[in-house]
């Protein structure tokens, strides 16, 4: 009984799409499916959301927390106009220097 709660749980569990937010100089890119989008890009940020299964409304940004908001920002909207109707955000904090 326990078990198929359990198998009915993970079946029912809704698709999420899990992307990454990177910075290099003044330019925010996503990852998408392994591959970089410019987020200025309009047409390879339309085809990168555009293989996306309908029926996957939520998402998951991961980033650094040093992130700068235009760059999640624009990444929120994006998913926001291709139907994404549940968006968070995960901050990952830089790894630690090691001691000299």
């Given at each position: 009984m326990i078990a198929?709660?359990?198998?009915?749980a993970q079946v029912a569990a809704p698709a999420v799409l899990r992307v990454r937010v990177e910075v290099e100089g003044e330019r925010c890119s996503m990852i998408?499916?392994?591959?970089?989008?410019?987020?200025?890009?309009?047409v390879a940020l339309n085809d990168a959301?555009?293989?996306i299964d309908p029926k996957v409304?939520?998402?998951?940004?991961?980033?650094?927390?040093a992130t700068p908001y235009r760059c999640v920002?624009?990444?929120v909207y994006a998913l926001q106009m291709r139907?994404?109707?549940r968006v968070a955000y995960v901050g990952e904090e830089a790894s630690p220097r090691p001691a000299r």
């Open positions: 198929a709660a359990l198998l009915l998408v499916a392994g591959k970089p989008v410019d987020l200025l890009d309009a959301l555009a293989g409304t939520e998402a998951v940004i991961a980033g650094r927390a920002g624009g990444i139907g994404f109707t």
